[in-house]
């Protein structure tokens, strides 16, 4: 079972990402680490902006199989499992794919410079050139959480991105992710519109 408060932050986060235009569709997919391993995920196929907590909020085993028969957990379960599983301080992971996420990691490498919101990040300053991780896309997710492990234990990186598929974010609570998401999303965006201006 996935506590009721834990669903409706979740549901709540969903809701501020849409009103971003950071989920169309069925984009996107958000979670948040429970008691014994277990993870709240949401389920596979819904909007992320008219989430039902009670429906759509599901439990997973820190492997990514549902707890409950009959439920299917977000096609990209493994990469949230995958977080937690490496880094015991994450509590919330969310992912969305902005416009400026999906065309960046296209693009190439994505490096952020001289921006005072790097120190959201926990940078002292904004003099420190930040890289953003951009990993190839691929539709089996256990080959890319693979493909990432090694890079994600080599150096936590402040989130990253799947090229032309969207950004992965994390933070301490379901709140802290959303906060970081957001400052990730805004670095994004500037790095788009400087680029546009050259
Ligand atoms: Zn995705």
């Given at each position: 079972m996935v506590p009721q408060e834990v669903a409706a932050a979740l549901a709540e986060a969903g809701r501020r990402m849409d009103q971003r235009g950071w989920?169309?569709?069925?984009a996107g997919n958000l979670s948040a680490r429970l008691e014994n391993g277990r993870i709240a995920i949401t389920r596979s196929g819904i909007h992320k902006g008219r989430i039902v907590p009670a429906e759509d909020i599901i439990a997973v085993d820190a492997a990514g199989?549902?707890?409950?028969?009959g439920h299917r957990p977000s096609a990209e379960t493994l990469l949230h499992c995958q977080l937690y599983r490496l880094f015991p301080p994450v509590a919330a992971v969310l992912h969305g794919h902005s416009v400026a996420a999906t065309v960046l990691s296209i693009a190439g490498p994505i490096v952020f410079s001289q921006?005072?919101?790097?120190?959201?990040?926990?940078?002292?300053?904004?003099?420190h050139d930040i890289a953003l991780p951009v990993y190839g896309n691929d539709q089996d997710i256990a080959r890319l959480a693979a493909l990432i492990e090694p890079e994600l234990q080599a150096d936590t990186p402040i989130g990253y991105v799947i090229a032309g598929h969207g950004v992965y974010a994390w933070g301490s609570s379901v709140e802290h992710a959303f906060w970081r998401l957001e400052a990730l999303e805004f670095l994004l965006e500037c790095e788009l519109a400087r680029r546009q201006m050259r």
């Open positions: 989920v169309p569709g069925s199989q549902a707890l409950k028969a921006y005072e919101i790097l120190k959201a990040f926990g940078f002292a300053s904004h003099e």
